[in-house]
């Protein structure tokens, strides 16, 4: 379900957004946002390293709680929007502590709910008791303690480290193999299949705002909002600014396409070594 408009202007007749009425409406937590430092794509030295960058509107980071170590329970006081990721925020307060945090909200969770944190703890007990562990979403938990079939997202990649991956919106994925020691196996969004130690964290089911991909800006303007320049074709430059550019009519001079610096960008490969953890790569 998308929100459209009237055109009763030409940005507003391909606009197509996702509904924000049940999101926050004020201000975040000031105390949990750091100040954003625009660059414009410059490096130290003042020349352009990232191209199409610059502009936009003024934005404040927000802290998002990757780790999820402080155990107990926590309530989910409201879902706000974060300019800086694609997914929803929730605003969690601890039952004991009273501390405030953001996670990434997963998709379903509401105002009210109330969401677990078992990393700090161990499944079992120093008497050899197994503890119960409720798998609802939200909650978030080593891999060895979550059902085969389970659906994940924000998963570490070690121990004691943060939430490395599926974290932006509508992403997620599924654990098929897991055990007490050694590795997990993890069927990420993408179709590949990586290993994952069993003592790395992740949180039960999918990311929120799984419409994103759908959205439509509607108008140049509302890139040029979000701090993106605009993307020239290499073919409408001249010869001495691309090595698409110049000749007559729109060619390309019988060449193969490659970046203004002449690398080739279809068909080559790019990964230095093969990385001993992907089980199944991803479909090309």
Partial sequence: QFKTYKPSTPGKRWLKRVPRDHLYKGKAVRRLTVEKRSTGGRNNTGRITIRHH???????IRIIDWNRMESGSQEVMRLEHDPGRSAWIALLKHKQTG????????HGVKPGDVVT???????????????IVSVDVGNCMPLKMIPVGTIVHNIGLKRSGPAIIARSAGTYAQLIQTGETGYA???????????IPVDACATIGAVSNPDH????????GRSRWMGIRPTVRG???????HPHGGGRGKSKGNKDPRSPWGVLSKGGKTRKSVNQF????RPR
């Fill in 278 to 281: 992907v089980v199944k790569p």
């Fill in 117 to 131: 944190s078992y990393r700090a703890s161990d499944s079992k007990t120093t008497d050899g008791i197994t503890r």
């Fill in 185 to 195: 196996q993890l069927r990420l969004s993408s179709g590949e299949v990586r290993l």
């Fill in 54 to 60: 610059g502009g936009g509107h003024k934005r404040r």
């Fill in 99 to 106: 501390s405030l945090s953001y996670i990434v909200a997963p």
């Fill in 213 to 220: 991909q759908h959205e439509m800006l509607g108008k140049a």
């Fill in 235 to 241: 073919v409408a430059m001249n010869t001495c600014d």
